[in-house]
C-alpha cells in the first residue's frame, strides 16, 4: 500500500470500484487459462481481460486524470481502441496456425474446407 | 477516508494483476504446446500494461500511459510475428 491520488470522495470511489472490478475480471480470465483442458478452450478465456478488464480499469484511468487536471482526459480511448481491435487479429492468426499444426498431426480437428 | 480506501482498492488490484501474470507464465512454461505458451505471452503482455495502468492511476502521472501503449504494441507485433512462425516455420518471407 503506497499511496493514492487526493481525488474527491466521490471519484475516488468510482475509481477504486472500476479498478478493482477489473482486476478481478483479469484474474478470471487467467484462471481460466490455467484451467481449462483444451488450447481452443483456452484462447477464449484471457479475451475475459482484454475486454470488459481493460474497459473498467481505463475507465478508472478517464475519471482519475480527468478530475486530477479538472480538464476531460481521453487519451487512454487510444489504448481501448487500439486493444480492440487487435485482440481478434492476432487469436485468429494464432488459432489459425493452431488449426494447421494439429491437421499435420493429424488431430481430431475440423478439415480444411 | 476515502484516500485510505482508494489506496487498499488500488493495492489489492495490483495484487490481482500480478497473479493473474503469474497464472500467465505458468501456462507459458508448462505448455503443453507452442499455441498455449504464445497465448500466455499475449495474456502477460496485456496483465503487464494494466499493472503499468495501475502504477499510472496510483502516482498521477501520465508518463507510465505512454509506457503501456508502447507495452500494447508490442504485444501485438510480438505474438503476430510468432503465430505467423507457427504457420509458416519463418516470419519474413
Known amino acids: ?113 | 477516508m476515502s484516500g485510505v480506501v482508494l489506496a487498499w482498492a488500488l493495492t489489492a488490484a495490483q495484487a490481482m494483476l500480478v497473479l493473474a501474470m503469474a497464472l500467465a507464465t505458468w501456462r507459458m512454461l508448462r505448455g503443453p504446446r507452442a499455441q498455449d505458451r504464445i497465448l500466455a505471452l499475449d495474456s502477460f503482455y496485456l496483465n503487464g500494461m494494466l499493472v503499468l495502468l495501475m502504477f499510472g492511476i496510483q502516482t498521477g502521472r501520465t508518463i507510465y500511459f505512454e509506457a503501456s501503449v508502447i507495452v500494447a504494441l508490442l504485444g501485438f507485433v510480438s505474438t503476430a510475428a510468432l503465430a505467423k512462425f507457427l504457420m509458416r516455420g519463418e516470419v519474413i518471407e
Open chain 1, 1 to 113: 500500500m503506497s499511496g493514492a491520488p487526493d481525488l474527491p470522495e466521490w471519484a475516488a470511489w468510482v475509481v477504486a470500484i472500476l479498478v478493482v472490478s477489473g482486476a478481478a475480471i483479469t484474474l478470471t480470465g487467467a484462471i481460466g487459462l490455467v484451467r481449462l483442458k483444451s488450447f481452443y478452450d483456452r484462447v477464449h478465456a484471457p479475451t475475459l481481460g482484454s475486454t470488459l478488464g481493460i474497459a473498467c480499469i481505463l475507465a478508472a484511468s478517464i475519471v482519475c486524470f480527468s478530475v486530477l487536471q479538472s480538464r476531460l482526459v481521453l487519451h487512454e480511448i487510444l489504448i481501448a481502441v487500439f486493444v480492440t481491435l487487435t485482440t481478434p487479429v492476432t487469436l485468429i492468426l494464432l488459432v489459425r496456425a493452431a488449426l494447421y499444426r494439429d491437421r499435420i498431426e493429424g488431430e481430431d480437428v475440423p478439415p480444411h474446407e
